[in-house]
T-cell receptor
Framework: EAGVVQSPRYKIIEKKQPVAFWCNPI?????LYWYRQNLGQGPELLIR????????DSQLPKDRFSAERLKGVDSTLKIQPAELGDSAVYLC??????????FGSGTRLTVV | AQSVSQHNHHVILSEAASLELGCNYS??????LFWYVQYPGQHLQLLLK??????LVKGIKGFEAEFIKSKFSFNLRKPSVQWSDTAEYFC???????????FGAGTRLFVKA
């Protein structure tokens, strides 16, 4: 079974530039999460989807971050424009309802 | 609000030593509890979980954790660590009825061969 697939693995951009991350969850997993993990900290939830509906985006900085999950399968997280403080690892995870998560490898973003 | 506290940020042990990593949480209701592990260069993966029943749960690679409700704790243990246990360990808590999981800051374990 393929795991949660994320791309790219690494991204370096200049501040004020846009960036997008892509996630393909495990087939059949209706719940998809985007987390951000800063250096030395645990993952922090940005947004949770149930199928194609964003049911918890309270921690998503909506002035510059956006996400979508068209057709309730894969998802894209975008930052526009990026700031220096956005440097972090962006993790995607999926699950079946209230089961445990399966994480992807993450995208390490460096904003210079 | 939910919160998770992991007591140690860094732990260094010699092989065959016993391990206990502390985790305390703050939440007023029923919880699901998890330990995730991230080996160097790999993604986060589930080590063990507690949903209900026996408060002593066993996970992969000889790890176990005990849920003590009165202490709001879910400490991770292993009687004898190996060099391959070098990793970062994250405790996580989810209030039942909601699917938002809160993670602790992580404990980085280094096992000396």
């Amino acid at each position: 079974e393929a795991g949660v697939v994320q791309s790219p693995r690494y991204k370096i951009i200049e501040k004020k530039q846009p960036v997008a991350f892509w996630c393909n969850p495990i087939s059949g997993h209706n719940t998809l999460y985007w987390y951000r993990q800063n250096l030395g900290q645990g993952p922090e939830l940005l947004i949770r989807y149930e199928n194609e509906e964003a049911v918890d985006d309270s921690q998503l900085p909506k002035d510059r971050f956006s996400a979508e999950r068209l057709k309730g399968v894969d998802s894209t997280l975008k930052i526009q424009p990026a700031e220096l403080g956005d440097s972090a690892v962006y993790l995607c995870a999926s699950s079946l309802a209230d089961s445990s998560y399966t994480f992807g490898s993450g995208t390490r973003l460096t904003v210079v | 609000a939910q919160s998770v506290s992991q007591h140690n940020h860094h732990v260094i042990l010699s092989e065959a030593a016993s391990l206990e990593l502390g985790c305390n949480y703050s939440y007023g209701g029923t919880v699901n509890l998890f330990w995730y592990v991230q080996y160097p260069g790999q993604h986060l993966q589930l080590l063990l979980k507690y949903f209900s029943g026996d408060p002593l749960v066993k996970g992969i690679k000889g790890f176990e954790a005990e849920f003590i409700k009165s202490k709001f704790s879910f400490n991770l243990r292993k009687p004898s660590v190996q060099w391959s246990d070098t990793a970062e360990y994250f405790c996580a808590v989810r209030g039942t009825g909601g699917f938002k999981t809160i993670f602790g800051a992580g404990t980085r374990l280094f096992v000396k061969a």
